[in-house]
């Protein structure tokens, strides 16, 4: 019996296997309180025998239990230590890290430098009524421009006599805004979202134009031309920056220009600031008179310059992105290719 259990408890696995060789060996109706029952049954001289050996067998089985439960505790405690340590060393886990788009990016440089010329940041909807949209700019109905602009209208329900509403095809309609909203003079800029339904390489039918707007008494395309070179030389950081105004139409500015800067292609790769290309990047020209009236500005005692550019556009001339549609495509790989994300 001795051997027998002195064996199993050494070899025992856990815990709960120890317990059942204890209830078996020394519990209540263990193998050696059986035997103990039975030393009712013999004669006292083997009674002073037995019993004596009965209680030691007890007390080893006890002891050997709590040696195996001890070493255990220990085995369990050494596992631990084992396992559950932490090299403070250990340089701390890099985390991806969102980063500005460069879209942002580049609206908030167009932003601080036209800031720094004096323009405040006006906003207004991307959903506008077709009258801020166009007529309000002198693009009524019939207007061929209404056509060209390939306008997203918002569904209308049956019933439903609120004005046909658009997403803006341009930040032109927040000229008018600002003008209702606070009267001449007016020196302000207005990027945001804008929406024509195309789409290649270069146009995607979300994308982003900054509106710029200089309304006073004797404002004039000389002030226009100052702003959009000193504006290009500090956007592209090349002093002396060529443009070109070429004569133009739009139908809420007279006369109206477009603009170009001074650029060449070099085995494909585009270079701004030198060469003799041209490259085109905004539309621009003095406020059409009939503008300045449907938007309560006295025509006849304010005047002013607007000019609307493409945001996207210029992004990817200063970064050098020949395909415009992988600004929105969220894909990270591009973005880190080209620096925008880590
Ligand atoms: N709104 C014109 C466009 O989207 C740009 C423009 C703005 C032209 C202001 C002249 C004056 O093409």
């Not at 739009?250 to 477009?258: K, L, R, W």
Request: glycine share 8%; aromatic share 8%; charged share 25%.
């Amino acid at each position: 019996l001795r051997n027998k259990y002195l064996e199993a408890i050494a070899g025992a696995g856990d815990e709960a296997a120890l317990e059942d060789l204890r209830l078996q060996a020394v519990g209540k109706k263990g193998e050696v309180a059986l035997k103990m029952r039975e030393l009712g049954k013999m004669t006292p001289q083997e009674r002073q025998i037995m019993g004596p050996k009965l209680n030691a067998l007890k007390d080893e089985i006890n002891s050997a239990l709590a040696g195996k439960k001890a070493a255990m505790a220990d085995a369990a405690l050494d596992e631990r230590l084992r396992t559950e340590w932490l090299d403070v060393t250990l340089p701390g886990r890099h985390r991806p890290q969102g980063s500005i788009h460069p879209i942002s990016q580049v609206t908030e440089e167009v932003t601080a430098i036209l800031a720094d010329m004096g323009f405040s940041v006006a906003e207004g909807p991307q959903i506008e009524t077709d009258w801020y949209n166009f007529d309000a700019l002198n693009i009524p109905g019939h207007h061929p421009a209404r056509a060209e602009m390939d306008t997203f209208y918002t569904h209308r329900a049956d019933g439903d006599d609120r004005p046909p509403h658009v997403l803006r095809t341009h930040t032109s309609p927040v000229q008018i805004r600002t003008m209702q909203a606070q009267g001449a003079p007016i020196r302000i800029i207005a990027p945001g979202r804008v929406y024509r339904a195309d789409y290649d390489q270069t146009h995607t039918p979300m994308f982003h134009q900054v509106e710029g707007l200089a309304i006073d008494k004797d404002i004039s395309m000389a002030n226009l031309k100052w702003v959009l070179e000193e504006f290009f030389a500090a956007f592209f950081e090349i002093d002396g920056i060529k443009t070109r105004f070429r004569a133009s139409h739009f139908p809420f500015t007279e006369p109206s220009a477009e603009v170009d800067i001074q650029c060449s292609w070099v085995d494909g790769q585009l270079k701004i600031g030198e060469g003799d290309d041209w490259m085109e990047v905004l539309g621009s020209g003095m406020v059409h008179p009939k503008v300045l009236a449907a938007a309560g500005v006295d025509p006849n005692e304010w005047q002013g310059f607007a000019f609307g550019m493409g945001i996207d556009r210029m992004a990817m001339l200063k970064y050098g992105i020949p395909d415009l549609r992988a600004f929105f495509d969220s894909d990270l790989r591009w973005l880190r290719h080209y620096g925008f994300a880590s």
